[in-house]
């Protein structure tokens, strides 16, 4: 017996393993921020003591290491998505269970993703802040 929405149960589970991906992408963009905040404060709170442009130059490593992280797992999530969104239509092409992401590749590149609005105001604010540090230790140190 089928949905009323019109969904055979192996598409609905499909949705659901599709959707289960996308929770789990989402919960590792939020854990890579919370793992940026700590790192950022931890070198933050040391340079409010010693500033020096060395660990100030240091600092900005995790920083953009975790912003281009973060972008692999938004790109992912933005294509998942967009699977999700094909996989729900009525007479849909997409194979059942099937989880090829290459034909979302173009629409949702990398580099979208890791330099969007949201992603470029958290990371970019860490970035910049480190990086105003690193000038600022550099101009006392001369």
């Not at 789990?24 to 500033?51: D, E, P, Q």
Request: aromatic share 12%.
């Amino acid at each position: 017996m089928s949905d009323p929405s019109g969904l055979s149960p192996e598409r609905i589970k499909h949705l659901e393993l599709i959707q289960a991906i996308v929770s789990r992408l989402a919960n590792h963009s939020f854990l890579i921020k919370g793992w940026t905040l700590t790192i950022a404060a931890a070198f933050f709170a040391v340079l409010a003591n010693r500033l020096d442009w060395a660990i100030a130059l240091v600092g900005l490593i995790p920083l953009v290491t975790f912003w281009f992280l973060d972008g692999v797992f938004v790109r992912n999530e933005r294509r998942f998505r967009d699977l999700y969104n094909d996989v729900r239509k009525q007479g849909t092409t997409v194979e059942l269970m099937a989880m090829d992401l290459r034909p979302y590749a173009a629409q949702n590149s990398w580099a979208a993703a890791t330099f969007s609005t949201t992603m470029a105001l958290f990371y970019g604010a860490l970035v910049l802040v480190d990086a105003v540090l690193v000038v600022v230790a550099i101009a006392r140190s001369a």
